[in-house]
């Protein structure tokens, strides 16, 4: 089958999971004969290098659908004007502006993608329905229920059902400002009508989507991401000074400050004076000076050498990083739809240590490598460090469990797998 999978580019300045989901099963349904077109939207796919974009353009440059929310004579004009702005250099350097991956100031624009023909890129959308019907796809695969407002105008030109994956957008929606929260809500169940089947993530957050987007039970279906485990390297659990890692953007939102507290708290006693933490996920804009903001209350506290903020993003830098760990601790306020750090953690044997939210206790339960806390405070998550950490046999053991069972039923294939059924049954 040929499967059009339009991709919400991040630029690749950041740990993008949905990014590596996407790679993954389209990279195996490639090696399993499948026709797979990843095609970017807003900014250029460029994690791993796996979906290979060639040539194929970014459709809604996320500069020119900047502009035309701010600026509403750019919307009627000529492509001449407008297409340099979509030039790949150029949104790669966007990508990297403060707020890019923030949902406040937002809510105009992601209204409009949401309304699909009545928003305020009609011109877009047939330019991209024109270059659709050329590849003449058997589906259309969304990576996010954010571009649902194009599956109408899609499925009525091509004749072809339209899916989408759901990974967190609640986090979005919910971050917007009043009134496009309710607006964007609203607008993105009138779009669900023309979505053949939500994909999400885990079990919890289908539960959450078929909730919020009032869907019945057979349009939404749950399948794990997976991962290719062979590449990584057993981590020394047992052993050594204990270091905490953290792999996910480094930005306000997603509880590194209440990580770097935590270990604050660790260092106190006697018994974790050696505790060490090691962050990596990229950054965007102002991210660099909240990590500065992190680095002086370290320093003001005498912990200067306490840890370290890394960069690199690629998978081996990733297993590195990963291999040099104790324990895996990424405490978003609001837990995640599913968090792929936590089967990459258990590939290496890494147990994890979240906060009881979102999919969290799901995933922690399914892979058996973790142990999740509450509440979700700087001195929660130190506790639950610490009980870990005096245990290390423990701690090797949940990692081993959790390795185990990555290795054998959170794998790319089995992704595929799934996914390939969901796709078949769809296109019938």
């Not at 590849?135 to 030109?157: M, N």
């Not at 779009?191 to 009032?214: E, F, G, K, P």
């Not at 399948?223 to 485990?229: L, Q, S």
Request: charged share 20%.
């Amino acid at each position: 089958m040929k499967i059009i999978l339009l991709v919400a580019g991040s630029g690749g300045g950041f740990y993008c999971e949905t990014c590596l989901r996407d790679a993954d099963w389209a990279r195996v349904m490639r090696q399993r004969g499948h026709d797979v077109i990843a095609t970017p939207m807003y900014l250029p796919v460029n994690m791993e290098g796996v979906i290979g974009e060639g040539d194929t353009p970014v459709f809604f440059g996320g500069i020119n659908v900047y502009l035309r929310e701010h600026l509403p004579w750019l919307r009627r004009a000529p492509a001449w004007l407008t297409s340099w702005l979509d030039a790949r250099w150029l949104l790669r350097l966007a990508a990297k502006r403060a707020g890019s991956t923030r949902a406040d100031g937002l809510g105009s624009m992601t209204l409009s993608m949401l309304q699909g023909r009545n928003g305020h890129h009609a011109e877009e959308l047939k330019r991209l329905q024109q270059w659709l019907a050329h590849e003449q796809p058997d589906a259309i695969v969304l990576s996010s229920t954010l571009l649902a407002g194009l599956a109408g105008p899609l499925r009525e030109s091509l004749h072809v059902p339209v899916l989408a994956f759901a990974h967190d957008e609640d986090t979005w929606l919910d971050a917007l400002d009043a009134p496009y929260d309710q607006r964007c809500w609203a607008a993105m169940r009138t779009a669900m009508t023309d979505i053949a089947m939500v994909i999400a993530v885990s079990q919890t957050y289908a539960a959450n989507m078929r909730q919020r987007l009032d869907l019945p039970t057979e349009r939404v279906c749950a399948v794990y991401p997976g991962i290719d485990a062979a590449p990584y390297r057993p981590a020394r659990v047992a052993s050594g000074p204990p270091v905490v890692g953290y792999l996910s953007k480094m930005t306000p939102s997603l509880g590194l400050e209440t990580l770097v507290e935590a270990v604050i708290l660790l260092r106190r006693q006697p018994a974790f004076r050696d505790i060490r933490l090691k962050a990596m996920g990229g950054e965007t804009g102002d991210d660099r000076r909240f990590i500065e903001r992190l680095e002086k209350r370290l320093a003001d506290a005498g912990m200067a050498d306490a840890a370290e903020f890394l960069p690199g993003l690629d998978r081996e830098s990733r297993i590195a990083f990963i291999e040099t760990l104790t324990v895996m601790s990424v405490p978003m306020p609001a837990g995640e739809a599913f968090g792929a750090f936590i089967i990459e953690a258990l590939a290496a044997g890494v147990p994890v240590v979240l906060p009881a939210a979102g999919a969290f206790p799901e995933v922690a339960q399914a892979t058996g490598g973790g142990i999740t806390y509450e509440p979700n405070t700087a001195e929660a998550l130190a506790s639950a460090l610490a009980d870990l950490l005096r245990d290390r046999a423990r701690a090797a053991d949940l990692g081993q469990q959790g390795m185990a069972t990555v290795r054998l039923d959170f794998t790319v294939e089995r992704m595929a797998d799934e996914l390939e059924t969901v796709f078949t049954a769809a296109i019938r």
